[in-house]
């Protein structure tokens, strides 16, 4: 926890001298995406706030929020911790994907489409795989899943999404096998690009329907087993 702490308080400086709970949030939700803090990580209230340079009544507001979005949960008498999923969240966490990220495709209307941010999302993707950095390869993967819902042009939708796609790296992060887990899914993610490019957005959501069904599938399968790994503990 030491080393987390350290670098957590390199974070400070983004709170300005506007520190609120809000903002605090914030910093720990995206540290707790990018795996800084695992599944399962008791987050101290003074190791943390020192880092932060905040108050008590702040960090434990910053935390409700948190456990509001379900990024952490509060164990009586033990504290409070990122949450570990169960298969069943993963499954919600799918369907909500579905709902959404397919009916944003289908209500594109008329073609041309503003999808920059999906060409550099792939882009991303590609350098990633180039490199070997399968972390960089998921972030890329939810980098162009955040953008395809931002073709809603909905603050809203976004918002939803946003805490959505942080559980979905809660249970990226116990997988131990990134690159089997991503690599698949970035020749996917260029061919959805293509076809919106092409203007052809009824096949574009026919290829991610059956995308999201495949990536569930393939994260339960494996999350199933390395939960269940963790939970028999050392033969």
Known sequence: MAEQLAGLAGDRALLGRTSTAERVSDILRSRIADGYFPPGTRLSEDGIGGALGVSRNTLREAFRLLTHERLLVHELNRGVFVRVLTVEDVEDIYRARTLVECAVVRGLGEPPYPLDGLAVAVAEGEKATAGSDWKALGT????????????????????????????????????????????????????ILETLQAGDRRAAEELLETYLADSLERVVEVYRRRVGEESAGPA
């Open 140 to 191: 890329a993967n939810i980098h162009f899943h955040r953008e395809l819902v931002a073709l809603a042009g909905s603050e809203r939708t976004d918002e939803l999404m946003r805490s959505v796609f942080a559980e979905l790296r809660l249970a990226f992060h116990v997988v131990d096998d990134p690159r089997r887990l991503h690599e698949p899914y970035l020749a996917r993610n260029r061919q």
